[in-house]
């Protein structure tokens, strides 16, 4: 399971959705997942299904990698189908037992619910396999920079991020080579009750926490043996520049915008209760 976590991790290929500029990439990925909450239809998710499934074949990321990355979400995934198709009490009702309920409603939200947070995903998760650390540091920090005049600390937030999403690849693989270690010298993490296997984590938590802070530590050392003192006063070495390539992702996104909105809301599709 430790090895499926694929957040924050670059999966390197040439492609055009690679080569892209950050800012592009940031700005269009937050406008797919806005459009996602717009319509409540078939053919709206018809048309959101066809774009994203472009775009993972223009990135050229496998798309096996990419639905490893779904595996440590199910549990949050299924929680959340549960909870909307039993919660929801919106039309006929379709099966009822003891306490339990799923009405037409119900069973249409969970179901739109799932594929919204699949594609949240998904979509998210592209970004970062096709942009590297640093041009997603220098992308957040390009589109955060107006809020430098009411004194956001916008370079000092762009920081943090990239060093969260650098930390969490090593971190796993920590994790992995600290339960190896636990396991041949004995250790169960599998069988017994809840509050056996939290106990069972515990030689597990500990050498992480120790390993995190150390290397903290030693990042924080680095930083300031090279002078690093906040982004007041620097420059870049490789400045942000917009391309042909990029203005034309603008339109492209915007145009599937547009149509997802006009097609979600305009366009009727009736199948079953959906």
């Known amino acids: 399971m430790i090895r499926d976590i694929t957040i924050g991790q670059y999966y390197p290929a040439k492609s055009v959705v690679h080569r892209l ?30 774009f994203l499934v472009c775009v993972i074949h223009i990135s050229k990321v496998p798309f096996s990698y990419i639905v490893k990355g779904l595996k440590p979400v199910i549990m949050l995934l299924m929680i959340t189908v549960l909870f909307n198709l039993f919660l ?4 006929d009702v379709l099966f009822h037992a003891w306490i339990f309920t799923i009405t037409e409603g119900g069973l249409r939200t969970a179901v739109y619910m799932a594929i919204r947070l699949v594609y949240l995903i998904i979509g998210s998760s ?18 955060l920079h ?25 971190l796993l693989e920590e994790t992995d080579k600290i339960m190896k270690a636990q396991l041949a010298r004995g250790a169960d993490f599998e069988s017994g009750n809840i509050l056996q296997r939290a106990k069972s984590m515990v ?48 339109i492209i996104v915007i145009a599937y915008v547009v149509a997802v ?14």
């Not at 597990?204 to 030693?218: G, K, T």
């Open 126 to 143: 592209l970004m970062t396999f096709t942009t590297t650390p640093n041009e997603l540091t220098d992308g957040i920090e390009a589109v």
């Open 21 to 50: 500029d950050p800012r592009v990439k940031l700005i269009c990925t937050l406008l797919y997942l806005i459009s996602l909450f717009l319509f409540s239809s078939i053919p709206g998710y018809l048309v959101a299904t066809v």
């Open 203 to 250: 030689p597990i938590l500990v050498p992480l926490f120790v390993s995190a802070f150390r290397r903290a530590n030693d990042l924080a050392m680095a930083m300031e043996a090279r002078c690093y003192r906040g982004g007041d006063g620097r420059t870049k070495m490789k400045p942000l520049r917009y391309k042909s390539r990029d203005y034309a992702a603008y």
């Open 146 to 170: 107006p809020l430098n005049k009411i004194h956001v600390p916008v370079h000092e937030i762009a920081m943090m991020m990239s060093i969260a999403l650098r930390f969490i690849p090593i």
């Open 261 to 274: 909105v006009a097609i979600g809301r305009g366009v009727q599709l009736h199948i079953w209760v959906f």
């Open 88 to 91: 929801t009490r919106q039309g």
